[in-house]
């Protein structure tokens, strides 16, 4: 099978695999043994996650930059096919698994204060740990059988997670509609595998992706059973990761609890569409790379749209993320693969900790809501402000991330989203033409970021408290909450900060995690296109962000609300309204026309049997009965009535009885006499 | 004369058949029985005058005469107990030989 | 003059008779009888037999009638007049029938009795030639009550002993059941 | 004693004591019926371990390869000039059985501890329960067509009568609807086993035969015989092994049950009492699959072959129909029948590619969804144990009602759903490879089968999850309000019972498909080949 590997190496993918299984062990405890409600299970799922991350680091140490490593082990034989499990490190996978552990190690401590108190404390860490676990031996296994299996298994983690209160209507169906959204994306990515293994009899993706010979062979056979795999794989990173058409899920899951949003559908979850195109990047053929382009930029301009007139804080993160990840598609399909990568790890960071702020602000909203007993959304916006003062941590974390958000200088997020537009901007001069209209609305969409994220910022921390101006005897106390939550707070937006990602502040290609994954060296033209991209947006940060204090906090403007535009975006663009009123009503009332199928035309054929049976045989016993025994019948019938004629006679009358007597006499005497 | 004794006889037999027949009443049924009793007993007298010697005409129709009168008194009774049992005289109502 | 009697009782019969079927009233047809009763009685002295029509005379209209008078009495006079409602007519649906039985009987009879020519029987003719016939004249008593006792001895005690039965079981019919067994 | 006789004929052993027992010792029954399921298992389970593996004892058309076998003249006729009639007492199992003995021999467990609930002629229903338990061993054991042909035929009859006298309202006429299916597609069958019988001559002996290993092999079919495979008669304008090959194939497609032949199968599972649901799904179901296998591609391949097409789609049919239907569906029982019906499509599709994957996932789907189907039905049953009721809308937020039970229908909805990690999975994963891959490997199905049945996956997380969502979620509401309240108790522990090693089974054959893999492995291989020699 495989050449056995250097002692080293072996023990490094044994750590690689005890970091996948910690977390799991701690929730099949969390389930089995810890009772519930108990304090422990936080821990023991946070201490699993820790040990998984310093895990984590040792194999990234071992693995980052160096050759990859690859074990497998026999799971079962199905004819002649062996299905082997198996794990494969290398620079992508170590990448995923430290960032996974290391996002998700703050999640841990935060949710040991936010979910403090729930009936359920237990079920949450056991459903968390669950899900780390498939996440991370989602990243590592090297097969793709495998990777279908925890692709969906972190689809049910999430759908579990969504629907963690499931006592609330919207978060029940919310979590349906996550996992059937996934699941369309599920079965286009299994039809996907399927394809490639009816191609080339394999699942292993070292053998697929990692051998040249098959990347050659996949590279230069443009034809149909390679494009339909790659549109089908497309497909599936396309409902992972909440891209157009299938995004409207991801807005909806925010019904779960805000640490869950934090990891699963900001960081972790959303980010493996991105991390499978990684993946099996070559297997794409150019067309799929186009469209992958074009709905990644489409995404992330419509979501950052929608974003702009939202009222719920965690709905405008939600699509701020969708926006996010188109970012990252599209870089993947102009082939900034390094860029989208860079973006996908500084991404994480800073926009776990744009839901963790909000879940802390969230927190507050609720302690108001229920001390005051007031009849709020304390999601919505509208009802905040002025919170800045009483929760500097959270407001200066916040403004950190924002900061990232827009790809502000200093920040992870400059240094990705600079990537992604030069790269962008490159991919088009290369095509020439209309191509150019693709990196534009990049940069658009930066701008509207700008924007959304001010308005948050600024309707959320600044200007007057709206609670305090309908209600001013109150006393507003809000503060950042235990260390619990400012620790992990503290710790994302250091990682929000240009240093862990790169030396040089705003040279992309110097971030360690490009050079790791960097294909091709660009030409000079970047530079130009470099200073353009930074400055056009940096530059235009200080107006746009005034224009939103403007608006938002002096008040000065205000959008009409009726306009066309502001009601597209703010319904989200009709999109789910589409989905429900066409889609869903159609497949249920294709599901109602064959229950009447069944009921009418197959039952009623089999009915129609039967009843021509049931008749015919009813013929034959109405010829029995009246035909047959009808003969029998009348004789009886003659008798009968010969019997009950004579019976009539007795009557019991004596008067009777002497008159047939006397007849009798009679008619004897006639019959003697006259014949 | 004997013609005509017979024929009156045979008239009375007849009424007293339709009587019994008809009647509702059980006491008119008994006067019909009686009337054809009576029809026998004129039978009897008018061949009993050629009978002289024996007197055998006469002496039946005494026996006859006895035995009606004791059969009335019977009748009678009987017509009494039913009266008593079925609140009614009327034959027909009298029906339980019916099966 | 004797024939002019001798039809009109015939007729007195018959008629009485007739009434006594056509009529709705039970008391009216008990009396109309104690007629036919009588006039009988009339035609058996006729017939020459007089012990016989005293006897008739005494015990149907001082026994047998008087006895359906009490009967008539002791019954219940509404139940009977309800009765008398049931129809008006003399010939009915419901009566068609008897009145059928009762003309061919008569038809028979008189016509066995035209056919058969009593006074020409053969038994008839003998007697009144060895003058075995009653006469007018004859006093036919003591005839009968020494026939009584000696030819026809034995059925006049099988009569007297069934009369006493008769009046025994009458009375014990008739009893008022204090209480029953 | 062979060891497959005694496992086929310890239930009646078992019968015949109940019906022995007087009335007064009625809940004795029940224990009775327990263990000998529960021997029958012990049996099974020794089976499975001692069963071995390895290209010589794949079996399939290779008389010599079975295992466990016992060969016994049973009736034996000499006709004269018809020559002699033979028909032998002949078991033995080869891969595509034992794990079908194996599955079976559980739920017949299962279905014996379900049978708890039984409240009326408790004599009747254990023996017939038995009774019906020993057809259905011997239907997977027996290897003389005319012995299938009894156990198969016995298999109906106390069915009906479990049907029609214990079941629910319109039992009656379920279990007639059921009969005269199940009676149509076999009456035929017999037709084509007597011209079976006289086109096929054992080489030993040179008399006409009934074993189904000689039916397979073409060299012992007569020259001149209707089914022979020179002569080429033709019946009805087609030849006659294509109509006897589709005469089978309507049996079994009954049984399956295959779109448009199962309009039967709502009305038998909703109205049955809950163990013969049980059984029905389990097991019944899987004897159509069996007999597929066996009998209809195992004695007419190059007809299969060439009607693979049209049997892949209606596979592809059966998977989508039902689904649809399942997701039109109020009554909960009714629901999960049609899922049944649209997983039993991946069983036809997985056989219709007639690659070893897909035979390969088409078994392990019979195996799954023995479990599958059994916790799902006996789930269903204990609500409705409890209330009487199985509409969908009736219930609302059973989840804070009855928290366990909520797990298991989780575990049970989701491992039908095919959610990696349990044995669904693998199943419907391998039954599509089977279909995507036909089309490189033997060109008989088109690769869009295989996604129109990729497509009932994602139909089915619409049923199941639209279920769980109106029923076990929200605010806890209920039709029969606080009555409902109080007698919706959570599951027993007899209950747990059943549902913890179910839950377990699926799960670990979800990890470890090689469980069941491993023993068929050999089998389906050389039924492949035997397929396309």
Same mark, same amino acid.
């Given at each position: ?675 | 004369?004997?013609? @005509?004794?017979? &024929?009156?006889?045979? /008239? ?6 339709? #009587? =019994? %027949?008809?009647?509702?009443? $059980? ?22 005058? @050629?009978?002289? &010697?024996?007197?055998? /005409? ?6 006859? #005469? =006895? %035995?009606?009168?004791?059969? $009335? ?27 | ?181 | ?533």
């Amino acid at each position: 099978m495989n050449p056995t590997l250097p002692h080293t190496d072996t023990l490094t993918i044994q750590l690689a695999i005890v970091a996948v299984l910690l977390p799991l062990a701690a929730s099949l405890l969390n389930l089995v043994l810890v009772k519930s409600q108990s304090k422990v299970s936080g821990w023991l799922s946070s201490f699993a996650i820790l040990g998984s991350m310093v895990l984590s680091v040792l194999v990234f140490a071992k693995v980052w930059n160096q050759p990859a490593l690859h074990a497998q082990q026999l799971w079962f034989v199905v004819g002649t096919m062996q299905v082997d499990v198996g794990i494969w490190l290398n620079n992508l996978s170590v990448l995923m698994l430290l960032l996974v552990t290391a996002v998700a190690l703050p999640v841990h401590v935060y949710s040991i204060a936010y979910l403090k108190g729930d009936d359920k404390y237990t079920r949450y860490f056991a459903y968390l740990s669950f899900f780390c676990f498939a996440m991370l031996a989602l990243v590592i296994v090297d097969n793709l059988v495998l990777l279908y299996a925890f692709w969906e298994l972190v689809g049910f983690a999430s759908y579990l997670l969504i629907g963690f209160w499931f006592i609330r209507e919207k978060a029940v169906l919310a979590n349906k509609k996550a996992f059937i959204m996934n699941r369309i994306g599920d079965v286009a990515l299994l039809t996907g595998i399927l394809l490639l293994y009816a191609d080339f009899h394999t699942f292993n993706l070292v053998t697929l992706f990692d051998n040249h010979a098959t990347a050659a062979f996949i590279g230069t056979a443009d034809n149909y059973w390679i494009t339909l795999p790659g549109a089908c794989f497309l497909i599936g990173a396309i409902a992972k990761s909440a891209q157009f058409p299938l995004h409207t899920w991801l807005p909806d899951a925010m019904e779960g609890p805000t640490s869950v949003s934090a990891l699963i559908h900001a960081a972790t979850m959303v980010a493996a569409g991105i991390f499978l195109l990684a993946r099996v990047y070559v297997l794409f053929s150019p067309n799929v790379l186009m469209v992958m382009t074009i709905i990644g930029c489409f995404t992330a301009f419509m979501a950052a749209t929608i974003a702009l007139t939202q009222n719920d804080l965690k709905r405008i993160l939600a699509y701020s993320t969708i926006s996010q990840l188109g970012f990252m598609m599209m870089a993947m399909g102009v082939g900034a693969y390094s860029s989208a990568l860079l973006h996908l790890a500084a991404h994480a960071f800073f926009k776990c900790l744009l839901f963790l702020s909000a879940g802390v602000i969230i927190h507050e909203m609720q302690h108001l809501k229920e001390k005051h007993n007031l009849d709020i959304d304390p999601q919505d916006i509208n009802n905040m402000g002025g919170l800045g003062k009483y929760m500097p941590v959270t407001f200066i974390t916040c403004i950190i991330a924002s900061l990232a958000l827009i790809g502000f200088p200093l920040t992870s997020g400059c240094l990705s989203k600079d990537g992604i537009l030069v790269q962008a901007f490159l991919w088009a001069d290369n095509k020439g033409g209309f191509y150019i209209i693709i990196p534009v609305m990049g940069v658009l969409t930066s701008l509207l970021t700008i924007f959304y994220i001010s308005r948050l910022l600024f309707k959320v921390f600044l200007g007057k408290s709206r609670l305090k101006a309908v209600m001013p005897a109150w006393h507003i106390e809000a503060h950042d909450g235990s260390p619990l939550f400012k620790i992990p707070m503290i710790f994302l937006a250091l990682c929000s900060l240009f240093p862990l990602f790169s030396t040089n502040p705003f040279e992309y290609e110097h971030s360690w995690i490009y050079r790791g994954f960097a294909i091709a060296v660009h030409t000079v033209s970047a530079l130009d296109y470099h200073t353009i991209v930074l400055l056009s947006i940096n530059v235009l940060v200080i107006p746009i962000a005034y224009f939103a204090y403007s608006i938002y906090v002096k008040q000065k403007f205000s959008f009409k609300t009726t306009s066309l535009l502001f009601k597209i975006s703010f319904n989200e663009w009709y999109i789910d309204r589409f989905y429900h009123r066409i889609i869903v009503k159609d497949i249920l009332r294709i599901g109602d026309l064959t229950k009447w199928l069944d009921k009418n035309v197959l039952d009623g054929t089999i009915h129609l049997f039967a009843n021509t049976g049931v008749a015919i045989g009813k013929l034959t016993v109405w010829t029995d009965k009246y035909i047959i025994d009808g003969l029998i019948t009348m004789l009886t019938l003659i008798i009968k009535q010969a019997g009950n004629f004579v019976r009539g006679f007795q009557t019991g009358r004596v008067q009777n009885y002497l008159f047939t007597m006397l007849l009798v006499i009679v008619v004897i005497y006639v019959l003697k006499t006259f014949i | 004369m004997l013609t @005509y004794l017979l &024929l009156i006889g045979a /008239g009375l037999f007849c009424i007293g058949i339709f #009587i =019994v %027949l008809s009647k509702r009443n $059980a006491i008119q049924v008994l006067i019909g029985i009686e009337l054809i009793l009576n029809a026998a007993i004129l039978n009897l007298v008018a061949f009993g005058k @050629y009978d002289k &010697l024996n007197n055998g /005409g006469q002496t039946f129709a005494l026996f006859a #005469i =006895v %035995l009606a009168g004791a059969a $009335a008194a019977v009748a009678l009774a009987i017509i009494l107990n039913v009266y008593k049992q079925y609140k009614t005289i009327d034959p027909n109502a009298v029906d339980k030989l019916k099966d | 003059m004797e024939q002019i009697v001798f039809f009109v009782l015939g007729f007195v019969v018959l008629a009485s008779a007739l009434t006594v079927a056509a009529s709705k009233n039970l008391v009216r047809s008990i009396f109309m009888f104690f007629v036919t009763l009588f006039a009988l009685a009339g035609l058996y002295v006729f017939a020459l037999a007089d012990f016989v029509a005293i006897t008739q005379v005494v015990i149907y209209v001082g026994g047998v009638l008087v006895l359906m008078l009490f009967a008539f009495m002791l019954t219940n006079k509404e139940v009977l007049n309800n009765l008398q409602q049931g129809s008006k007519r003399f010939i009915s649906l419901q009566k068609l029938p008897a009145l059928l039985v009762a003309v061919l009987f008569l038809l028979i009879l008189v016509n066995a009795i035209i056919k058969a020519q009593p006074d020409n029987l053969a038994w008839i003719q003998a007697s009144a030639q060895s003058g075995n016939v009653i006469s007018p004249t004859d006093n036919m008593v003591p005839n009968i009550g020494i026939s009584l006792m000696t030819r026809y001895l034995l059925p006049f005690e099988a009569v007297s002993i069934f009369l006493m039965m008769a009046l025994i079981g009458a009375a014990h019919l008739a009893r008022k059941e204090e209480h029953k067994f | 004693m062979n060891i497959l006789s005694l496992l086929i004929f310890l239930p009646v052993l078992f019968g015949a004591l109940i019906l022995v027992l007087p009335e007064g010792l009625r809940y004795i029954y029940r224990y009775i019926t327990l263990l000998a399921t529960l021997l029958q298992l012990g049996l099974s389970v020794w089976l499975y371990i001692a069963f071995k593996n390895g290209a010589g004892y794949a079996g399939v058309a290779n008389e010599g390869q079975y295992q466990f076998v016992e060969k016994v003249h049973w009736i034996a006729l000499n006709l004269g000039s018809m020559g002699k009639m033979q028909i032998d007492y002949f078991v033995g199992i080869d891969g595509i059985s034992i794990m079908l003995l194996l599955m079976s021999s559980v739920v017949m467990v299962i279905a014996a501890l379900a049978s708890w609930e039984i409240n009326k002629n408790h004599k009747g229903y254990f023996a017939l329960f038995l009774l019906l338990d020993m057809a259905i061993t011997g239907v997977f054991c027996s290897l003389d067509f005319f012995l299938f042909y009894i156990f198969y035929e016995l298999m109906l009859l106390p069915l009906y009568f479990l049907i029609g006298i214990w079941g629910a309202a319109r039992r009656e006429y379920a279990a007639i609807k059921f009969f005269l299916f199940t009676l149509f597609g076999s009456v035929f069958m017999l037709l084509v086993m007597v011209g079976l019988y006289f086109s096929v001559k054992d080489p030993a002996t040179g008399a006409h035969t009934f074993n189904i290993i000689q039916m397979m092999n073409p060299a012992n079919y007569d020259k001149d015989s209707i089914f022979g495979f020179i002569g080429q008669h033709m019946l009805l304008g087609l030849p006659a092994r294509t109509v006897g090959f589709m005469v089978l194939f309507v049996a079994f497609a009954i049984k399956i049950p295959v779109v448009p032949l199962h309009t039967w199968l709502p009305d038998a599972h909703v109205e049955s009492p809950t163990p013969i649901s049980i059984i029905l799904a389990g097991v019944l179901l899987k004897v159509g699959g069996y007999g597929m296998l066996r009998i209809c591609f195992g004695i007419f391949p190059e007809v299969a072959t060439s009607y693979a097409f049209w049997i892949g789609l209606l596979g592809v049919i059966s998977i989508l129909y039902g689904a649809f239907n399942a997701l039109a569906q109020r009554d909960l029982k009714r629901l999960i029948a049609y899922s049944s019906v649209s997983h039993m499509g991946f069983v036809l599709l997985g056989i219709a590619s007639q690659t070893t994957e897909g035979v390969s996932g088409a078994m392990m789907q019979m195996v799954s969804h023995g479990f599958l189907s059994s916790m799902l039905f006996f789930l269903v049953g204990v609500i409705y144990y409890r209330v009487h009721d199985r509409d969908i809308y009736s219930f609302r937020g059973l989840g804070t009602l009855m928290p366990k039970y909520t797990v298991f229908i989780m575990i049970a909805f989701f491992a039908s759903l095919g959610l990696p990690g349990f044995s669904a999975f693998i199943a419907e994963a391998f039954s599509l490879i089977g279909a995507f891959n036909s089309h490189n490997f033997n060109g008989l199905l088109p690769a869009w089968m295989g996604m129109c049945g990729a497509l009932g996956i994602l139909l089915s997380a619409g049923y199941f999850l639209w279920t769980l969502q109106r029923m076990f979620f929200g605010e806890t509401k209920l039709k029969g309000g606080e009555v409902w309240k109080l007698a919706l108790v959570d599951i027993s522990s007899r209950e747990m019972l059943v549902l913890v090693p179910l839950s377990l089974l699926t799960l670990t054959l979800g990890i470890m498909p090689s469980l069941v893999f491993v023993k068929i492995n050999d089998s389906v291989l050389a039924f492949v080949q035997f397929i396309h020699k």
